[in-house]
């Protein structure tokens, strides 16, 4: 009898690990099916950004030098490969700051026709690329603590999906578009 | 965009919280979005037209201090069913990390949720021990928005991660067109300080101000006092001399109109706080209003002043500095009028039509390339052991 008992417990414990472990299972897939989110909204932030900063290069309302930084960073941001990719961002970033180091350049373009929405445009793309950015990485952060954690390592819950990465990149806006007193 | 709001607190009883909530919603609502708010509330309580109510919440003693929470099957229900029939982009939940209305709905929904962090509480025994509860709860969130940079800061140190930083919104035109008051202005024979806050609350710093005020009074001779907020006044001037006590005039609790013409009428407006706070939308209110501001130096408020520029600070709880740099204010209109041009300014920034831009902006943020909010689906015990039959 109290062997009976004994294997009682035992088949009882190891259901509600499973299930335990079942749960967490769950817990990460949601977690990755997050960073897979917020990489598409950060994809798409960083496409905007350097489609902007290309239109704007093309359109001749900035000066030869300037448009020529312009669209080469816009163009290397765009075309990058996956490793290369945080280098390119971040360098669009620097001509970004370099370009509209003064507000005179922000207001040559608003003088522009159609000007208005185009610097419109760029400050809300240089303001959203940080935010979703942090977004990415917050939830990058929280999967690899999960994924550190003992119970995930050692029943190899993550399953084959690769060891999440933050996207690393210099986001700075340029001043003179980050001024919300504006 | 369809958004849902989550507001953590009692729709019927005033605070902070609530009051962002509101301006929030009829602000979207102003761009053409569709809202819907669900709050605590007792079912008499008349509410807008975009409140749902969740019911009446349940006074529990929790962390030091009555908190009105709601819990339990019957909000979880319903909870789930205005998940279910809002179909929002956007889930936008207040304060997750307190046992609230916000806690249940984060548990109980999926998809793009944003969550905006109001108090930084120091990190507490409960905090530590809840962490491993509230941690799968707190990883559905998509977008985290601190009020402050302090606020952030106390949110990456207590659970970790990031947050982006988008200040309270204050209506600006409301306060800069407010009407002056000819009794609440001061005049040749003496200026006004304005003060507004619960009275009985040590916290909010009337204490200080009123340790400070002998030496204002006697360095700047017919200066008074407007004190709005509610509280017990005969016990607030006790420790004042009797002659000096009509100095101080109470106003008890002031409507938002009268609020935004007592900021506009005073001289200078006080904010002796000791701490607790992560915001400070009262010194935005006061700069709206063109009030030059003397604030102390916590955290939070230095923030909100632009490091000093927009708005004077002291030393937090030397009632000597604050009436030092009182009296130096109130004697010099340059000053004033200085710092009234910076904070006029300078608040800009905390005007509704710039935070809701930046609210719109994380709501499409992580709704871009998301599926819509839905209520989460557990799966069964069945599901979970393979022996489900579908």
């Known amino acids: 009898m109290p062997t009976l008992t004994t294997l009682i417990w035992i088949a009882v414990a190891l259901l509600l690990i499973g299930v335990y472990l079942s749960w967490t299972a769950g817990r990460l897939d949601r977690l990755h099916a997050r960073i897979d989110a917020a990489r598409a909204a950060l994809d798409a932030q960083l496409l905007r950004r350097a489609s902007i900063a290309q239109e704007l290069a093309t359109a001749g309302v900035l000066d030869p030098a300037a448009s020529i930084v312009l669209y080469q960073a816009a163009h290397d941001a765009r075309q990058a490969e996956e490793e290369q990719r945080e280098v390119a961002e971040s360098e669009l970033s620097q001509a970004l700051r370099a370009v509209f180091a003064e507000s005179a350049q922000v207001e040559a373009v608003r003088a522009a026709p159609g000007g208005d929405e185009t610097a419109g445009e760029l400050a809300a793309a240089v303001r959203r690329v940080p935010m979703a950015r942090r977004f990415h990485n917050d939830s990058v952060r929280a999967a690899r603590a999960l994924r550190r954690h003992r119970k995930v390592r050692w029943f190899r819950l993550a399953g084959h999906a690769p060891f999440p990465l933050a996207f690393e990149m210099d986001d700075g806006p340029p001043p003179v578009l980050a001024d919300r007193a504006q | ?390």
């Open chain 2, 1 to 390: 965009m369809r958004i849902g709001i989550v507001c953590p607190y009692s729709w019927d009883v005033p605070g902070g919280v609530q009051f962002h909530i509101r301006d929030l919603a009829e602000h979207l609502i102003g761009l053409g979005h569709q809202v819907s708010v669900l709050a605590p509330s007792d079912d008499e309580t008349p509410l807008p037209p975009y409140v749902v109510s969740a019911g009446r919440a349940v006074p529990v003693p929790y962390n030091g201090s009555v908190a009105r929470l709601n819990f339990g099957f019957l909000s979880a229900a319903r909870v789930r069913r205005w998940v279910h029939e809002g179909d929002f982009d956007v889930l936008h939940i207040h304060e997750p990390a307190t046992p609230s209305l916000a806690l249940l709905a984060c548990w109980s929904a999926q998809g793009p949720i944003v969550a905006t962090f109001h108090t930084s509480n120091p990190r507490s025994r409960i905090m530590i021990a809840a962490y491993p509860i509230l941690q799968p709860a707190l990883e559905k969130i998509s977008a985290r928005i601190a009020v402050s940079e302090y606020a952030r800061r106390t949110l990456v140190e207590h659970l970790g991660g990031d947050a982006v930083t988008i200040p309270n919104g204050v209506d600006v035109d409301f306060f800069a067109g407010a009407e002056p008051k000819s009794e609440w202005q001061g005049g040749p024979e003496g200026r006004t300080i304005g003060f507004i806050g619960r009275i009985d609350e040590p916290r909010k710093g009337l204490p200080v101000l009123i340790k400070a005020l002998p030496r204002i009074l006697e360095e700047a001779p017919g200066t008074r006092l407007l004190v709005a907020g509610r509280g017990d006044e005969e016990e607030a001037v006790a420790s004042l001399p009797e002659k000096m006590r009509e100095s101080v005039e109470f106003l008890g609790m002031v409507s938002d109109e009268d609020k935004a013409r007592l900021l506009r009428s005073v001289d200078l407006y006080v904010a002796p706080n000791t701490g607790g706070e992560s915001f400070g939308i009262i010194l935005v209110e006061a700069m709206s209003a063109g009030a030059p501001v003397l604030a102390s130096d916590l955290d939070a408020f230095e923030q909100v002043l632009d490091g000093g520029a927009a708005g004077q600070l002291f030393p937090n709880e030397q009632a000597d500095a604050l009436a030092t740099a009182a009296v130096s204010l109130l004697a010099d209109p340059e000053r004033r009028a200085e710092l009234r041009a910076r904070g006029t300014r300078h608040v800009r920034r905390f005007d509704w039509s710039t935070v809701g831009a930046d609210i719109l902006a994380v709501y499409e943020t992580v709704a871009d390339g998301a599926a819509s909010v839905a209520p989460d689906e557990r799966i069964g015990l069945r599901a979970r052991l393979g022996l489900a039959r579908d």
